[in-house]
């Protein structure tokens, strides 16, 4: 059967510790890789003030794993986020074949505004 490529970003609670947030993001990886997912991206996108409010919080940390995997996972996962306390918001979708070229091209730097104006720069 042929694996289905997926996205998810979730949103951790502000009220965490770097270590807290981190073991909890590292049990999230660990339930994708007991139900063996072949990892594409795993990025941290840090603490990120929200656009309203979640549980009286305006921050959180968002996390982003890229996947593939069978669809029966994704069953899994969410069920694991809705039981963990510490999640204020989780996504997962199903990419297509063009969010999966932007993907790579965005992980691979395509669209990095910083290195688009240092060539600017030079250019002067």
Known sequence: MEL?????????TPV????QMKDAVEK???VLKKNEVEFVGDEN???KKLAYPILHKNTGFFHLFEFKANPTVIAALELEFRRDEKVLRFMTVKLDKHSIEFNARRRNGEFNKKSEDKKEGTAA
Not at 4 to 12: D, R
Not at 16 to 19: A, F, G, I
Request: proline share 0%.
């Open 4 to 12: 289905n490529q997926y996205e998810t970003v979730f949103i951790l």
């Open 16 to 19: 965490l510790s770097d270590e």
């Open 28 to 30: 999230f990886r660990n």
């Open 45 to 47: 996108w840090g603490l």
